[in-house]
C-alpha cells in the first residue's frame, strides 16, 4: 500500500507530470486529435518550466519555509528532547561508508549543535527504512555519534515510513519517557506538516526549523526566468509538501 501511494504521488512532481501530459500529446497525435496533442504539449511546457524558474520556485516555497525561519539555539528554549525526523539520508552509498546524507543533512547539524548547546539532554531520532535497508534512525546516529553525541543519550524510533507514523511512534516513545516538551528539529517546508502531527500527539513542540533552500542570494550570472534543474527540485519539494498537508488535513490526521 505504502508503495502504491508514493508511485501515485510521484504523479504530481513536475517531472512526472510533465512527461505524462507530453505522452499524452503523443498518442492524441497519433490518432488523429491534433488540437489535443498541441493542447498537451502547451501543459506539458507549462507545468515543466514554471516550477524550474526562480519565480516559480519561490512562489511554491516561500510560503512554507517563511511561516517557520532559522532561530539560533540561543533564541530557542530549553525542552526535554529533541526530535529528529528523517530524511536527512538516502540511505548508505555503495562505494562509500555509512549514509549517503541528502539536501536535509542541515537537520543533523542542528539537532547536533542544539544538544551542544545544552537546550535537551536527548535526542530522538525518527526514521525507519524500507525491508533488507539500513535503518535511517541507525544511520543518523551513527552520524551524531561521530560528532562526539554518546549513545546512550540517543532514542532511536525504527519503524516509521511516513510522517505521520513519526508522529504517533516518536509521540508514543516520548510520553512513555515522561518527555513533554520537544524541539522538532526538520526542513524549514517540512515544519507545517510536521509540527500539526506531533502536536496532535498532546505533546508541547517547539520548531527548530531549518534546511531553508529558498537562497538569500540569486545567482547572478544565471537570470529568474531561465529554467534551472535545481529550482525544479526545490519546486518539486514544495508541492510534496502542500500534496501532503491538503492529504493528512482531509484524511483527519492533523
Same mark, same amino acid.
Request: net charge neutral.
Given at each position: 500500500?505504502?508503495? $502504491?501511494?508514493?508511485?501515485?504521488?510521484?504523479?504530481? #512532481?513536475?517531472?512526472?507530470?510533465?512527461?505524462?501530459?507530453?505522452?499524452? /500529446?503523443?498518442?492524441?497525435?497519433?490518432? !488523429?486529435?491534433?488540437?489535443?496533442?498541441?493542447?498537451?504539449?502547451?501543459?506539458?511546457?507549462?507545468?515543466?518550466?514554471?516550477?524550474?524558474?526562480?519565480? !516559480?520556485?519561490?512562489?511554491?516555497?516561500?510560503?512554507?519555509?517563511?511561516?517557520?525561519?532559522?532561530?539560533?539555539?540561543?533564541?530557542?528554549?530549553?525542552?526535554?528532547?529533541?526530535?529528529?525526523?528523517?530524511?536527512?539520508?538516502?540511505? =548508505? $552509498?555503495?562505494?562509500?561508508?555509512? $549514509?549517503?546524507? *541528502?539536501?536535509?543533512?542541515?537537520?543533523?547539524?542542528?539537532? /547536533?549543535?542544539? #544538544?551542544?548547546?545544552?537546550?535537551?539532554?536527548?535526542?530522538?531520532?525518527?526514521?525507519? !527504512?524500507?525491508?533488507?535497508?539500513?535503518?535511517?534512525?541507525?544511520?543518523?546516529?551513527?552520524?551524531?555519534?561521530?560528532?562526539?553525541?554518546?549513545?546512550?543519550?540517543?532514542?532511536?524510533?525504527?519503524?516509521?515510513?511516513?510522517?505521520?507514523? *513519526?508522529?504517533?511512534?516518536?509521540?508514543?516513545?516520548?510520553?512513555?519517557?515522561?518527555?513533554?516538551?520537544?524541539?522538532?528539529?526538520?526542513? !524549514?517546508?517540512?515544519?507545517?506538516?510536521?509540527? /500539526?502531527?506531533?502536536?496532535?500527539?498532546?505533546?508541547?513542540?517547539?520548531? $527548530?526549523?531549518?534546511?531553508?533552500?529558498?537562497?538569500?542570494?540569486?545567482? =547572478?550570472?544565471?537570470?529568474?526566468?531561465? =529554467?534551472?534543474?535545481?529550482?525544479? /527540485?526545490?519546486?518539486?519539494?514544495?508541492?510534496?509538501?502542500?500534496?501532503? #498537508?491538503?492529504? #493528512?488535513?482531509?484524511?483527519?490526521?492533523?
Amino acid at each position: 500500500m505504502l508503495t $502504491a501511494t508514493k508511485l501515485l504521488s510521484l504523479l504530481v #512532481y513536475p517531472l512526472s507530470l510533465g512527461l505524462l501530459l507530453l505522452l499524452g /500529446a503523443v498518442f492524441s497525435g497519433a490518432i !488523429g486529435r491534433r488540437g489535443l496533442s498541441w493542447l498537451l504539449t502547451l501543459l506539458a511546457f507549462l507545468v515543466l518550466y514554471f516550477p524550474s524558474t526562480e519565480f !516559480g520556485s519561490e512562489a511554491l516555497m516561500q510560503p512554507l519555509e517563511g511561516r517557520h525561519p532559522a532561530f539560533s539555539p540561543e533564541e530557542l528554549p530549553a525542552a526535554d528532547a529533541i526530535v529528529l525526523l528523517g530524511g536527512a539520508s538516502n540511505g =548508505p $552509498a555503495r562505494f562509500g561508508r555509512g $549514509a549517503d546524507l *541528502n539536501d536535509a543533512a542541515d537537520r543533523v547539524m542542528f539537532a /547536533a549543535e542544539l #544538544y551542544f548547546s545544552g537546550k535537551a539532554p536527548i535526542i530522538l531520532i525518527s526514521g525507519g !527504512g524500507a525491508e533488507s535497508m539500513p535503518v535511517e534512525a541507525e544511520l543518523l546516529a551513527q552520524q551524531l555519534q561521530a560528532l562526539q553525541i554518546p549513545r546512550k543519550q540517543l532514542l532511536l524510533e525504527t519503524q516509521s515510513r511516513t510522517t505521520f507514523d *513519526n508522529a504517533v511512534m516518536a509521540g508514543e516513545m516520548l510520553k512513555n519517557a515522561g518527555l513533554k516538551h520537544i524541539l522538532l528539529v526538520t526542513s !524549514g517546508a517540512h515544519m507545517r506538516r510536521s509540527l /500539526a502531527l506531533f502536536e496532535k500527539q498532546g505533546l508541547q513542540v517547539t520548531a $527548530a526549523a531549518t534546511d531553508h533552500q529558498i537562497p538569500q542570494f540569486s545567482n =547572478p550570472h544565471i537570470p529568474g526566468w531561465v =529554467p534551472t534543474f535545481s529550482r525544479l /527540485a526545490r519546486s518539486s519539494r514544495a508541492i510534496h509538501e502542500w500534496v501532503g #498537508y491538503w492529504a #493528512y488535513d482531509n484524511s483527519g490526521k492533523l
